[in-house]
Structure formats: structure tokens, C-alpha cells
């Protein structure tokens, strides 16, 4: 079961994967990237991760690339890391020119790496207890529907929930609107139904929370895609985070106060369980 790296066509080794120095994602954070998992050897929702993929670069004026092209690259380094539980990094950069912050001349081909290493899971007393999350002010760019690297932002305040000894930190507007994670969408129950902040560019649109979303349609669970502040986090009755790793995750306290009972809540519990069996339905297709 190796672990791989594809860059511009070829498959090797991470380590033999070299990008050139100027290339536009080093020196820019001028590139994009989505996370694919699998599951007991079939890929989880790539077709929607191909979407958010072309969405990300058409907003960034990329040139197109081919979706079968893309897909089947994807599939070819699947096939040939034989990971069951596998993660891949994907990423596209506009390309390697001399330093410039114009756009390099039309033609520049683009940058396309990827590498495959297995999942690293959450820790299973994280799904039994639930995990605990701090709030920090929102200092990222005014586009975090795009995904692209330029993720110091993330960096700084993930480090800074992991430094006051909790999983993750939730970004919270200056005005005091409730956004998301640092690398995960954010549901809070209230009353027996969902709030999480609507599509908009102050958050990414999570493949995951897309998801939970259509479970919560088949499940007859209301879900309100609105605005709300810290007072509606602190009283909610349940949290929790959505991500393609972190798949449904409880929070049992916010910035040390517990949330609801400060237990796994009844409907997060519900809406994992059916998350787990649209995995399993994956898995046990032909």
C-alpha cells in the first residue's frame, strides 16, 4: 500500500514529487485543491468534489481542464496506491512563472499534483464524548467559498484552539456572526431542528454539509440556513462539525461551557447514523 504522488501525469513517490520554485502556488497561494476519501476501497462523492474542483477555477479565471481527464488521474492513482481507507490531496496551481502578480501569459499550462496517503481518523473518544472548540475572530480573505490554499488564517487559528487544548476553533465574524471551522462546516440543533450559516462567500460550501443536508431532507429534519451570534452558539441545545474526514462531530463544549447537556446529542448521533449507512450502501455497492 504506497504512498504516491502524481504531478503533471506522472506517478512516483512523494518524495520524488518536486514542484519548481515559481510556481504560482508557492509564491502566490495562487493555486486550488479538494480531499478525496475512501472507503473500504471506493471513493466517497468524487463526482461532487469534481464540481466544487471546476467551481474553484472558474472563479479564479483558470484555464479549463478536462473533468475525465481529472477523474480518471484520480482514479488511476487510487488504483495503483491500493489504500482502502485512502486520503488524496489534489491540487492545481495556475502555473510556474517569473514572480509577477498579473496572471502569466494565456497558454501557461497549469500545475496538477496529487498525492494518496491513508486517512488519519479522529480519535474514537472524540465521537463517544464529543470534542471542544474555542471561537476566534474571523481574519480570512472576503472569498472562503473558493477553496484554495491560502489557508494561513486556518493555520494560525487551528493552532491557537490545539495551544488552549482543544480539537478546533470557530471562526466568528467581527460583526458576531457564527461561520465555521477551521477546516469544517458548523450545524447547531435548536429544538429538535438544524441552523447553519447559508452559502455564502464567508464560508466554504462543504461536500459533507451537502450531505447531512440531503439526509436531513430524506430524515424530515428541518434545516434553517441563516445568520446567528455567539448568544444562539452558546444556548444551542447540540453542535456539531461536518468535513469529508471529520464526517459528523459532536462539540460538548464552546470556549469551556457545554453544549446543551454537554453529551453527544440525540440528533447529531442521528444524522452520523445515516451518514454511516450511506458509507456502507458505497461500500457494499458493486
Known sequence: MPELAYLNGKIMPIAEAMVPAEDRGYNFGDAVYEYVASYNGKLFCLEPHLDRLERSMGELAFVPLPRDMVRDAILDLFAKALIPRAGIYLQI??????????????????QFFMTIRPVREKPPELREKG???????DLRWGRCDIKTVQLLPNCMAKQQALEAGVFDAIFVSAEGVVREGTSSNLFIAKNGHLITHPLTPQILPGITRQVVMD??????ITVEERYYDRSELASADEAFLTGTVTEVLALARIDGRPVGSGAVGPLGKRIYRCLLDRIKDLSSAP
Open 215 to 220: 439526509i436531513c431532507r430524506d430524515e424530515g
Open 131 to 137: 470534542a471542544s472548540a474555542i471561537t476566534v475572530t
Open 93 to 110: 496551481s495556475r502555473g510556474v512563472a517569473p514572480r509577477d502578480h498579473a496572471y502569466p501569459p494565456a497558454g501557461t499550462p497549469l
